[in-house]
């Protein structure tokens, strides 16, 4: 069996202003890409299937990067064309496997996943059977559906099963193209957006929906499911949460499955609201605590849902508040440039973060001591992307005041250890963590951390959507807009106990 993998993995804030050039973007050609074996990751995944399956495995194009604003119509297609030249020269081959987010959109291409599928479609034929995997967070729409054959999305956020879900997509693939099943797969999106905080999978509502998706699998009346819990900050029109079901040849059964997912998580909505702490109130409350470490989840700076990462909200309440053993990462190259010049054990003046836009708090004059300078390389311990290489660029630690700055040139999303470690910081003897992140900060600090506060901070992930103008959005869709009812559009019902 010959198996051709790529993909282009980005998650897309439509409101931010951050530039994606392809320098953002890290990116794997041809053999290049086992370095992910073994790994948690979707195209470890790929390859430590292949493998199981002892089948040849011809590597193309791989590109992946951090969630920023809009990719520009140039490089969109430069980079798909490069993944679809990669995919004609493997050809032929008895099956494609593409890594991809789920919620990118391109200038002019709203559902630049679902476009990229259809151009691998378009290359290779219609009977050429085609694996998909995306992110929890995807945004699915119909138009993904009719370009793949099979589509398999993570299970978990954080998102730990990066190569379980990976594997089982390249399975499917397997099976499909020995002749053992035929997928067929539905989607129903009930009108439902969201925001990250919401969906931590380990707790209702979004554990009770997985349960039953679980049931379905379990009873054998689906290959798969994926419940997709959408990315709001996209304003794309396919945004939202979206239940697919895979069945073995059986359509019926596959819409009404993912019609009662739909109608379970409907009915669930008013458990995904989520109210936040005041900052000022959110400190307090932290230094107050009688034990550590306290994360404070700066959920306006989400990093890993599009944010620059480089907020100064809580820097300047953990300084206002007289905070000690407070430890905070930031994005910000110049003040980074400014510590190299100090030098290790030097003392540094500059504005720290707030330089990114207007949304994330105004820079913070600082006078620090410099601890450490590295080139910032760590490699993720787990669980979520275990083994992958994180690559933030110089990294610097200043001690100002109680509280330790980790400055680093480029943004990295928080949930490991190894962000602190790395640079010679130990998590557990820190009374408080600042976090940038909604749910993701759990896979790694969750297990040591005595208590988190969820933290109403300004900017890009901000959980009042209502601050957002959309414009490309299906409406009506909750909580942006008042809807009486919804019901689920298939006339069947199949309930699974």
Not at 141 to 167: C, F, K, M, W
Not at 244 to 258: I, K, L, R
Not at 343 to 365: C, F, I, L, Y
Request: charged share 20%; aromatic share 6%.
């Amino acid at each position: 069996m010959h198996l051709i993998a790529g993909g282009i993995m980005h998650e897309t804030h439509t409101f931010s202003a951050e530039p994606t050039p392809i320098d953002a973007f890290t990116i794997h050609r041809g053999d290049a890409c086992n370095v992910f074996a073994g790994a948690n990751h979707s195209m470890g995944g790929v390859v430590d299937a292949c493998r199981e399956l002892d089948a040849r495995l011809s590597h193309t194009f791989f590109a992946q990067a951090t969630s920023t604003g809009p990719v520009t119509a140039a490089l969109f297609d430069e980079m798909v064309g490069e993944l679809l030249g990669g995919i004609e020269r493997a050809l032929p081959a008895d099956g494609v496997v593409l890594t991809q987010h789920g919620a990118m959109v391109a200038e002019g291409c709203l559902e630049a996943d679902a476009e990229i599928v259809r151009r691998v479609r378009e290359l290779v034929g219609p009977d050429l059977p085609i694996a998909v995997t995306l992110d929890f967070h995807a945004n699915i729409g119909q138009s993904l559906l009719d370009a793949a054959t099979i589509i398999v999305g993570y299970d978990t956020y954080p998102h730990v099963d990066l190569n379980e879900r990976a594997r089982e997509a390249t399975h499917l693939l397997a099976r499909t193209i020995r002749g053992e099943i035929d997928p067929v797969m539905a989607l129903v999106k009930p009108p439902l957006l969201p925001v990250p905080q919401a969906q931590f999978t380990e707790r209702h509502p979004f554990r009770t929906i997985f349960d039953r998706a679980f049931a379905m699998e379990r009873d054998g009346a689906a290959l798969s499911v994926t419940v997709a819990g959408g990315f709001a900050y996209a304003d794309a029109p396919a945004s939202g949460v979206g239940m697919v079901v895979t069945t073995d040849g059986d359509a019926a059964a596959a819409q009404a499955m993912a019609a009662e997912l739909a109608e379970l998580a409907w009915d669930l909505r008013e458990d995904m609201r989520v109210t936040n702490s005041d900052p000022a109130d959110a400190v307090a409350e932290a230094i107050a605590h009688p034990e550590g470490p306290v994360i404070l989840v700066d959920v306006g700076d989400n990093i890993g849902g599009g944010t620059p990462g480089d907020g100064t909200v809580l820097l300047a309440e953990l300084l206002r508040h007289g905070a000690r053993d407070a430890v905070m990462v930031i994005a910000d190259e110049e003040a980074v440039r400014d510590a190299f010049a100090a030098g290790v054990g030097g003392t540094v003046e500059s504005r720290v973060g707030g330089k990114a836009d207007d949304r994330h708090g105004e820079p913070v004059p600082i006078t620090g001591y410099v601890r450490l300078l590295s080139d910032g390389r760590w490699v993720h311990e787990g669980p979520e992307n275990a083994g992958v290489l994180a690559e933030p660029g110089p990294t610097a630690v200043v001690e100002v005041d109680g509280v330790t700055l980790v400055l680093n040139s480029r943004k990295i999303a928080p949930g490991d250890q190894q962000q602190l470690k790395s640079v010679g910081i130990d998590p557990l003897r820190q009374k408080i963590i600042v976090v940038k992140a909604a749910v993701r900060w759990r896979g790694g600090f969750g297990p040591i951390a005595k208590h988190a506060i969820h933290v109403n901070t300004p900017g890009l992930g901000d959980v009042d959507l209502g601050r957002f103008e959309f414009t490309h959005l299906t409406r009506p869709i909750w909580p942006l807009d008042a809807i009486a009812a919804w019901s689920a559009p298939v006339s069947t019902r199949r309930r699974v106990q």
